[in-house]
């Protein structure tokens, strides 16, 4: 839904689509660490197996990102 983080974690080779539900809006696009401790997410591989991108290894902690949320959503036309 609008407004909630989102993320996946790909065993094999991958392509992955998903639907907006609005807009792109590079104002609001923000991203938090997959790897930050305070999320819980059970991962399979071990970081050192992980591929991933710079944006994505620089992304804040929960904790900062929620000092400051970018993410942005009208409802209704643009």
């Known amino acids: 839904p609008?407004?909630?983080?989102h993320g996946f974690e790909a065993l094999e080779d991958t392509i992955m689509a998903y639907k907006c539900t609005a807009f792109?809006?590079?104002?609001?696009?923000?991203?938090i660490n997959i790897l930050d401790?305070?999320?819980g997410v059970p991962l399979t591989l071990r970081e050192s197996e992980m591929i991933l991108s710079?944006?994505?290894?620089a992304?804040?902690?929960?904790?900062?990102y929620n000092t400051n949320p970018r993410f942005y959503f009208t409802r209704?036309?643009?």
């Open 24 to 31: 792109y809006n590079k104002q609001g696009e923000g991203a």
């Open 37 to 39: 401790e305070e999320l």
């Open 2 to 5: 609008p407004g909630f983080a």
């Open 76 to 78: 209704g036309k643009q």
């Open 54 to 57: 710079e944006r994505d290894r």
């Open 59 to 64: 992304a804040e902690m929960l904790s900062g």
